[in-house]
């Protein structure tokens, strides 16, 4: 099972970024995907989870109207469109699969490698 996120990068305060996550070898319809991120010194947390038909997403509440998770089964790519980014968005973005929803890192099954991004003020 592989997990690869791209799409990281540096950008102003304000900007957009989109991450994408392609998922290879796991019967990706079967999974609810995830993004969580993690910032020096800090817990990784949750961020947005997407349930197997896309039909439903799950967000924190520091990034409700600001960032968006979809996801495209035909290709195996789940995606996190980040808009109206803030210095409080630095971190290490991963993506995640599991089998159920959760909010907790440890319930996850697999997972990226993680991509950087930068906000900068």
Not at 40 to 57: D, L, M
Not at 66 to 83: E, F, G, P
Request: include cysteine; glycine fraction near 12%; proline fraction near 2%.
């Amino acid at each position: 099972v592989q997990l690869q996120a791209s799409g990281g990068g540096l950008v102003q305060a304000g900007g957009s970024l989109r991450l994408s996550c392609a998922g290879s070898g796991l019967s990706f319809i079967t999974y609810y995907m995830a993004w969580f991120r993690q910032a020096p010194g800090k817990e990784r947390e949750f961020v947005a989870a997407i349930n197997r038909s896309g039909g439903t997403a799950y967000y924190a509440d520091s990034v409700k109207g600001r960032l968006t998770i979809s996801r495209d089964n035909a290709k195996n790519l789940v995606y996190l469109q980040m808009n109206s980014l803030k210095p409080e968005d630095t971190a290490v973005y991963y993506c995640a699969a599991s089998s159920f929803f959760s909010k907790r890192y440890g319930e996850y099954d697999y997972w990226g490698q993680g991509t950087q991004v930068t906000v900068s003020s």
